[in-house]
Structure formats: C-alpha cells, structure tokens
C-alpha cells in the first residue's frame, strides 16, 4: 500500500499553516494572547500552544477564535475544514510508538516539501539509504533497541522515501562529506550495495548528489548535519531542522534559515561537480571488495 501523500496533504504541514493563519488573524484584530485567553476563558497555555504548533486545536476551538477575531464567508470555513485536515493522521502515525514526537513532526514537514536540502558529514542521508544500510546505522546508533524496534524503524526510513516516487516528488540535493563514503556501516557488502544505490538514484533526476571530497579541507558544514525544507506555498516559511540527542531542534527564523542556506550555497561550492562526485562514489563502491 502506498503510504505517501502529495505535499499540500501532509497534515503536519497544514496544521502548520494553521497556527501561522490564526496568528496573523489575531494580530489583524489587534488582540494579545493574554485577551483572547481572557475573553474566550481559556488556559493562558492553550493558545500559546495552538500558534506554535504544538498542539492541533478542534474544529470548534477554531471557530470560536474566528468568531473573535471577526473572521466570516469562505474564509472562515476554509481555516475550519484546514483544522479539520490537520487533525487526519498521516501514514507515519502507525508508527508513533517508535517515533519521538519531533522525528514525527520531522516526516510530515519532510512529506510536505517543495525542496530538500540536506548536508551529512559522515553517514548517507536517510532518504538515500538502503534497508541494509538502515539497519546497520539504527543498530549502532546512539538508542539502545531491540531488534523489533529496529525493524520498525527501517520501515520508516523506507516508508519516508516513497516520497522521491511521487509524480510531484520534492527536489533532492544531498551534500555529503567523503567520509560518509569511507566509513564501513554495516560491512562491505552492505557498503558496496548502498554506493550503488547512490549512483544509480543521482542518475535518475530531480536528485543532486554532491561530495566534499577531503582535499577541500576545512568546510562550512563541519559543526554537524542540517536539513533545509521549503515548501510549495509561499506562506509556508522555510525551517531548518538539527538532529540533537534526544530530541531534534527546528529554527524556521528568517536569520537562521538564511544563514543555513548560505552555508550550503558554500558547501556545494566546495563540493565537487556532480558528475565527478558520482565518479568518485563509484570509485570507492569499485574499491570495496
């Protein structure tokens, strides 16, 4: 069964687009936090949470702050039914009871782009792995896991890149450091396999695959991996998203994100054309006997 969604379907993404929405509408009515929570006789906590995403208000709670702020017509029930869409679960739901609620929020924001920029230092980029490969990393990753949970985990690795199959897919450009190429995950075979895959999904289209090779010396990625997400509506800010133990980190500032693009505007300078990184991926695949 086919478990990915078109982009403006990804209920992440809208209730995203929800809270930004509501709090631009709040704003135009020249009203605080403070008095809509007092007028409405909510929490001081239930609005703040609702404008930051970090929970998908009901239908209802909707309309009552519409109401307030002067909402009415096709607008109204446009920002209702989306509130309804952003409460539909998306096919990584199944899967909660090995996701950490921001990898979940992670996949729907991913499942939901326009564009993805991504930089590894030293692994291959989880839309670009191999189950084989996969496992190996989950395994030795930083979580201790029973194999069940691995396996639950592989299958949402690979569930996320059905994404790159869809008709409308979102652009790939995937930056790697050669040392990503050279590390051994899993052992030769699984290696060899996985330097193949790379090869053969650069040559497929809509995906860029670059390397840092290591005679290009000190680079602007070496503080660590990013992800760059933007998306098809322009309202939609783009967000930047930082792996972190335990939990991973999202900046969607207009300064954070510009200065994480100029930053991978850097590398792929730094990086070698993407036919020769492809050469070079093959050259190590051919080498790993």
Not at 124 to 144: K, S
Request: charged share 30%.
């Amino acid at each position: 069964m086919a478990r990915s969604q078109e982009p403006s379907h990804s209920p992440t993404l809208r209730a995203r687009r929800l809270a930004l929405e509501l709090t631009r509408r709040r704003e135009v009515a020249g009203l605080s936090r403070d008095e809509v929570s007092q007028r409405l006789e909510w929490s001081s906590s239930t609005l703040f949470r609702i404008e930051t995403g970090r929970s998908k208000p009901q239908p209802r709670s909707v309309r009552e702050l519409l109401d307030l702020y002067g909402v009415t017509g096709a607008e109204k029930d446009g920002l209702i039914q989306l509130a309804r869409d952003a409460r539909k679960p998306g096919w990584w739901h199944s899967f909660r009871d090995v996701l950490p609620n921001p990898y979940e929020v992670y996949i729907g924001l991913e499942a939901g782009a326009a564009t993805i920029r991504t930089f590894e230092p030293i692994m291959v980029p989880g839309l670009l792995q191999t189950a084989d490969y996969a496992r190996a990393m989950i395994r030795g990753g930083p979580q201790e896991m029973d194999p069940d949970e691995i396996e639950r985990r592989v299958q949402v690795r690979m569930a996320r890149q059905e994404i790159l199959g869809r008709a409308d897919r979102p652009r790939l450009w995937a930056v790697m450091d050669e040392a990503a190429l050279h590390r051994r995950v899993g052992g030769d075979e699984i290696m060899r396999g996985q330097l193949h895959h790379l090869v053969e999904t650069a040559e497929r289209g809509r995906t860029t695959i670059q390397v840092v090779s290591f005679g290009a010396g000190a680079h602007a990625g070496t503080t660590g991996p990013f992800v760059i997400l933007d998306f098809p509506e322009p309202t939609d800010p783009d967000v930047v998203y930082l792996e972190t133990i335990p939990e991973g980190l999202y900046l969607d500032g207009a300064k954070d994100v510009s200065s994480f693009m100029l930053a991978f505007d850097r590398l792929r300078a730094a990086a070698l054309h993407p036919d020769d990184s492809v050469a070079l991926i093959q050259r190590v695949a051919d080498a790993t006997k």
